[in-house]
Every structure is written in structure tokens, then in C-alpha cells.
């Protein structure tokens, strides 16, 4: 009797974890945008790949999943929605789609790259809006619309970059990172949170999906893989995740602030290695060692 009542508990208490209903108003913003995503510790998380890049990063052809897959993403805060997002765009959409953010009342809050030696040339947009989730859709869909639609100034390199064959041993992969991940096609991308840092905006909490996260996405195989990721960062922790990475050969691509209005401040930086996997594993955990430990008082 004890065992079946821990069983009957224990499938109790699993459900909310399995799933989590989707607000209507939430599910509209789906339909308005044409677009897929789900609804997880109340946060609507949009997905936006760009599909339709072929992007290759020193010589190596690398699939979406690594690093060029945008969003954006809506909490509920004390007087509406609060919208965060990262779009993935060519250099020649940037300023077209910038102008369409702003156009329609919604903010830019940073943009910059996230890799070196890649063709095409790449970058990163963070967006940012508060207001109902049906206006917010409303001001995001123009911009959204002219993703793929903008032609670069100038031809890409015509240099599609080779795959890299063979398979990764994701299990140690992540026992040596520390934190398990999720396999998305061929890449194996593990994401932490900063849940120590309590960042909030209008009420809405920032967390993992609002953005505030650390991440490494690997591809390859165990002998040749490449790593790209980003680390979340109290301004404190910058100097020693940036030691630990070069330390372990890792290149540092970008340093940068996503949001512009939150408090405390957060700092991110964006990374690249190549190598074997384990090797690279290893600087990403040096890396994330040096995060999430208490504030010095100093003296």
C-alpha cells in the first residue's frame, strides 16, 4: 500500500513538469506569427530558425541548431507582457530589420556577432517590448517578414564548408560539463541557468527561456568537434570565465550587455573552439566553474 501511495504521489507531482497548458492569448501570438513553440515555466518561447542559411564557419558546414536559431520569447508581468528575443540575421537584413523594430514602437537592445570566419557573415539582434501579447505579435510580425527576404549587397564566398562525419559521446559530453542537454539533429547542446541571479522586469521573471543562460552547443565527433556557446555573467565573473576559456584554447568572439533595463546588470560573452570534444567539454566546465559562486565583499 506505502509503494502504490508513493507511485500514485510521485505521478501527482511529475505532471507539471511534463506539460503546461498554453494561455490562449499565447497560442494566438503562434497563429498571428505563423510560427512553432511551446509554453514552459510561463514563458512562450517562439522559435525562428533560419532554415534557409547555409552557413559554414571555418571551412566547417554547420546546421542550425549550433547557433542560428533565433526567438523570441513572452512572460506576463504586473501590466502586460514583457517580450525578449535574439534574431539571427545577414548582414544585409540588419539594418532593414532594425528598422522595422523600431518603426513599430518595439526596442533594440543589442547587436553583434557571434562567430568569426563564417560565411555568410552573421549577426545578432536582441529585441526587446512590454504590452499585450496580441500588439506585441502585432509590432514584431513586419520585421519577422523580411527574414530571407533581403538580398545581401555583395555574394556570399562560395565556400559551403565540409560536415563533419562520426558521433559524439553526448553522456560524457555532459558528465564532464556537469549539466545534461538535448540532441537537436547532430548537435548536442547543453544549457544552464542562471536562476542565482533574481532578474526581473515589470514583474515578469527573467529566467533560462527569457534568455538568462549559459549554453554550448557541440558538433562533430568525439576526435574532431567544434563548440560554440555563451556565457551569462555578473560583471565580477568576466575576467575569470574569459581566463579560464583562453587558459583551455578557446576563442573569445564577442562580449556584450543583451538587456538594457534590467538590474542587476548581466554580461554575456560568445565562444568558439575546435578540437577534441571531451578537451573542448572541459574548457566550457573551467568556464562555467567560474560562474554562480558569491560575490566577493572585498576589503
Given at each position: 500500500?506505502?509503494?502504490?501511495?508513493?507511485?500514485?504521489?510521485?505521478?501527482?507531482?511529475?505532471?507539471?513538469?511534463?506539460?503546461?497548458?498554453?494561455?490562449?492569448?499565447?497560442?494566438?501570438?503562434?497563429?498571428?506569427?505563423?510560427?512553432?513553440?511551446?509554453?514552459?515555466?510561463?514563458?512562450?518561447?517562439?522559435?525562428?530558425?533560419?532554415?534557409?542559411?547555409?552557413?559554414?564557419?571555418?571551412?566547417?558546414?554547420?546546421?542550425?541548431?549550433?547557433?542560428?536559431?533565433?526567438?523570441?520569447?513572452?512572460?506576463?508581468?504586473?501590466?502586460?507582457?514583457?517580450?525578449?528575443?535574439?534574431?539571427?540575421?545577414?548582414?544585409?537584413?540588419?539594418?532593414?530589420?532594425?528598422?522595422?523594430?523600431?518603426?513599430?514602437?518595439?526596442?533594440?537592445?543589442?547587436?553583434?556577432?557571434?562567430?568569426?570566419?563564417?560565411?555568410?557573415?552573421?549577426?545578432?539582434?536582441?529585441?526587446?517590448?512590454?504590452?499585450?501579447?496580441?500588439?506585441?505579435?502585432?509590432?514584431?510580425?513586419p520585421a519577422l517578414a523580411l527574414l530571407g527576404k533581403t538580398p545581401s549587397r555583395?555574394?556570399?564566398?562560395?565556400?559551403?564548408?565540409?560536415?563533419?562525419?562520426?558521433?559524439?559521446?553526448?553522456?560524457?559530453?555532459?558528465?564532464?560539463?556537469?549539466?545534461?542537454?538535448?540532441?537537436?539533429?547532430?548537435?548536442?547542446?547543453?544549457?544552464?541557468?542562471?536562476?542565482?541571479?533574481?532578474?526581473?522586469?515589470?514583474?515578469?521573471?527573467?529566467?533560462?527561456?527569457?534568455?538568462?543562460?549559459?549554453?554550448?552547443?557541440?558538433?562533430?565527433?568525439?576526435?574532431?568537434?567544434?563548440?560554440?556557446?555563451?556565457?551569462?555573467?555578473?560583471?565580477?565573473?568576466?575576467?575569470?570565465?574569459?581566463?579560464?576559456?583562453?587558459?583551455?584554447?578557446?576563442?573569445?568572439?564577442?562580449?556584450?550587455?543583451?538587456?538594457?533595463?534590467?538590474?542587476?546588470?548581466?554580461?554575456?560573452?560568445?565562444?568558439?573552439?575546435?578540437?577534441?570534444?571531451?578537451?573542448?567539454?572541459?574548457?566550457?566546465?573551467?568556464?562555467?566553474?567560474?560562474?554562480?559562486?558569491?560575490?566577493?565583499?572585498?576589503?
Amino acid at each position: 500500500m506505502r509503494s502504490l501511495l508513493i507511485l500514485i504521489a510521485t505521478v501527482v507531482l511529475a505532471q507539471p513538469a511534463l506539460a503546461q497548458e498554453m494561455p490562449a492569448d499565447y497560442a494566438a501570438v503562434l497563429k498571428t506569427l505563423g510560427r512553432q513553440g511551446d509554453f514552459k515555466d510561463g514563458v512562450l518561447k517562439v522559435n525562428i530558425p533560419r532554415n534557409d542559411l547555409s552557413v559554414s564557419v571555418d571551412g566547417i558546414a554547420t546546421p542550425t541548431p549550433l547557433g542560428f536559431g533565433g526567438w523570441i520569447a513572452l512572460a506576463k508581468g504586473h501590466h502586460g507582457d514583457v517580450m525578449m528575443g535574439d534574431l539571427v540575421l545577414t548582414e544585409g537584413e540588419v539594418n532593414p530589420v532594425m528598422s522595422a523594430v523600431l518603426d513599430n514602437g518595439l526596442n533594440v537592445t543589442a547587436l553583434h556577432n557571434h562567430f568569426f570566419y563564417e560565411t555568410p557573415r552573421i549577426f545578432y539582434m536582441h529585441v526587446h517590448g512590454h504590452g499585450t501579447s496580441a500588439d506585441i505579435a502585432k509590432r514584431i510580425a513586419p520585421a519577422l517578414a523580411l527574414l530571407g527576404k533581403t538580398p545581401s549587397r555583395r555574394a556570399a564566398a562560395a565556400n559551403a564548408g565540409k560536415p563533419i562525419e562520426g558521433k559524439l559521446d553526448t553522456s560524457r559530453l555532459a558528465k564532464i560539463v556537469g549539466h545534461e542537454g538535448e540532441q537537436s539533429g547532430a548537435v548536442y547542446k547543453i544549457t544552464i541557468g542562471r536562476s542565482d541571479i533574481p532578474l526581473k522586469e515589470m514583474g515578469a521573471t527573467i529566467n533560462a527561456r527569457m534568455g538568462l543562460n549559459t549554453w554550448a552547443a557541440f558538433y562533430g565527433s568525439d576526435a574532431e568537434a567544434v563548440v560554440a556557446g555563451d556565457v551569462a555573467m555578473r560583471a565580477e565573473e568576466v575576467t575569470p570565465v574569459l581566463k579560464a576559456l583562453r587558459a583551455n584554447g578557446i576563442e573569445i568572439v564577442a562580449i556584450h550587455h543583451h538587456m538594457t533595463t534590467t538590474e542587476p546588470k548581466v554580461y554575456f560573452l560568445h565562444y568558439w573552439g575546435r578540437g577534441p570534444a571531451q578537451k573542448l567539454a572541459a574548457g566550457v566546465r573551467a568556464a562555467v566553474d567560474q560562474t554562480g559562486k558569491p560575490a566577493s565583499t572585498g576589503h
